[in-house]
């Protein structure tokens, strides 16, 4: 069975400062990798996603991950926080495998919270 | 429409009560999914739908949970005989199964409070 793993239940950073949301992973076989957001009072929205190739994947909003598969992590990085990105950020893995449909499993989510 | 849908956006009930919750996809996605977001916790996958085959019900709790998914579009998520547990916000999602993989569309969720 997979699992994710977010340490961190919330991160704090100023505005204008590099974010960093951490994720690690367990799964059998190759991984599929996401993170998704969720903004106060609206459903998750998909940001990124780690399939294959490259392991610096960019998404929406100036957001990207890095996949790295000895530390098993796929951390969420963003070079300058903005205020508007203060919501609640979902890691989640699916295995590489075709039976698994899109069906994923989700870590517990880390809160960001940017201040000016 | 636009996005996927779901109802009651807000559901208050007592304990003992059955409810029901409704999904409506986006047109043409035939993958469909239940997740589970419990205050404090993640996202708990409860049973997903895809196509015409069984669903994957691995994730229900109890068999006081049910869904089903008629038409290939609609869907209803039923907990009969509701505990406090039970109290979560349910969310539901929809994609197409292979193609833009793990890119799950989701709805906004029902927020279910069991007195």
């Known amino acids: 069975a997979q699992s994710v793993a977010q340490p961190e239940d919330q991160v704090n950073v100023a505005e204008g400062n590099p974010l960093t949301v951490k994720c690690t992973y367990s799964?059998?076989?190759?991984?599929?990798l996401f993170w998704y957001v969720q903004y106060p009072n609206r459903g998750l929205q998909f940001l990124l996603k780690?399939?294959?190739?490259?392991?610096l994947v960019k998404g929406s909003y100036g957001f990207e991950a890095e996949f790295n598969k000895s530390q098993t992590s796929f951390h969420l990085k963003k070079p300058s926080a903005l205020v508007s990105d203060s919501a609640l950020y979902f890691c989640?893995?699916?295995?590489?495998?075709?039976?698994?449909?899109?069906?994923?499993?989700f870590g517990g989510g880390t809160r960001v919270l940017v201040k000016p | 429409g636009a996005g996927v849908s779901q109802s009651p956006s807000n559901k208050v009930t007592e304990k003992g009560k059955d409810v029901e919750l409704r999904c409506d996809p986006i047109s043409g996605h035939t993958a469909l999914y239940w997740y589970r977001q419990s205050l404090g916790q993640g996202l708990e996958f409860l049973i997903y739908f895809q196509g015409n085959s069984a669903p994957d019900k691995s994730g229900l709790p109890s068999d006081r949970f049910s869904a089903e998914r008629t038409g290939g579009s609609v869907s209803t998520l039923t907990i009969q005989r509701t505990q406090q547990e039970d109290s979560a916000v349910y969310l539901c999602?929809?994609?197409?199964?292979?193609?833009?993989?793990?890119?799950?569309?989701f709805g906004e969720g029902s927020r279910l409070t069991v007195l």
């Open positions: 799964v059998s076989g190759n991984p599929y």
């Open positions: 780690y399939i294959t190739g490259d392991n």
């Open positions: 989640a893995v699916s295995p590489m495998i075709k039976a698994a449909g899109n069906k994923l499993t």
């Open positions: 999602a929809s994609s197409f199964p292979t193609s833009s993989v793990g890119e799950l569309f």
